[in-house]
């Protein structure tokens, strides 16, 4: 995994405005992510003429591309388990098992085994009964190795810019988001290269144009649309008319978009 996605890991997990859980409980649900039905052709198409992703249904939960995000989360908040050791400090505190993953889970009427996949899946045993079933598919999931876990640097810095673009939604970075963010750096340990080009990036965020003109499919785009949501769920009016606006650039129909906000 690179550095740069390990920042992103870290920023998916935590947030950016601090306001609920996030990134555990979206990274738990990566087996519930993979599936093997294809993509379905619908009308529109990007700038660079690329077809719309499904709209609706359990498509989804299927897309390998959202799974590698909740992989980088998963991989963030295991970090953060693990206990600090010379020279390897904590990845920094580890989020609730709730926010975006508990509520794929209820969507799905699997959220009361949360708990249990968490502890025995992260801790290293089968969950039992109903759990036990996610628990080991998760862990089958991921002894198989899961989809790009390594996004790149390339598509690791579009998505950091994403959320660092949604932060800025109402003009200006608070100095909480800053802090969360630099905070990311020393929790993903970023080498020093990797620093300086986030840093950079929050002294000069991207308009929304050049996003989405970095965005060239629809994989792409669910990722973009969906780190930026976790940047500021639950933020202001402001926030919301960002995303709506960033949605609609995407090409994401309303079902579509409705579909992913659900996931958080």
């Known amino acids: ?107 799905l009427g699997l959220g009361g085994a949360l708990g249990g996949v968490l502890g025995g899946v992260l801790g290293g045993a089968g969950a039992g009964g109903v759990a036990g079933g996610l628990g080991d598919r998760l862990t089958t999931v991921l002894r198989g190795g899961p989809p790009e876990p390594d996004l790149g640097d390339a598509k690791a810095l579009l998505l950091i810019r994403a959320m660092i673009a949604a932060a800025n939604a109402d003009g200006h970075i608070s100095p909480d988001e800053q802090r969360r963010i630099l905070d990311s750096l020393d929790a993903a ?12 990036e929050l002294l000069r965020p991207r308009p929304l144009d050049e996003i989405v003109r970095d965005v060239r499919d629809p994989e792409t785009a669910e990722q973009v649309y969906l780190a930026s949501e976790l940047a500021v769920r639950g933020g202001s009016e402001v926030d919301r008319q960002y995303l709506a606006y960033l949605a609609s650039r995407l090409g994401l129909t309303d079902a579509r978009r409705r579909e992913l906000d659900s996931m958080v």
């Open 189 to 200: 340990q970023a080498e020093p290269e990797d620093r300086r080009i986030v840093e950079a």
């Open 1 to 107: 995994m690179s550095n740069l996605s390990k920042v992103l890991g870290v920023m998916l997990a935590n947030g950016l405005a601090g306001r609920t859980g996030r990134g555990p409980a979206f990274a738990a649900a990566m087996p519930l992510l993979l599936g093997k039905k294809g993509r379905k052709k619908m009308k529109g198409h990007y700038g660079h003429g690329i077809p719309h992703a499904p709209a609706a249904g359990s498509g989804l939960l299927q897309k390998a591309g959202l799974a590698s995000l909740a992989y980088l989360a998963y991989r963030a908040y295991q970090d953060s388990r693990t206990p600090a050791t010379p020279g390897h400090p904590p990845a920094g505190p580890a989020p609730t098992a709730g926010g975006p993953l508990g509520g794929i889970l209820d969507r």
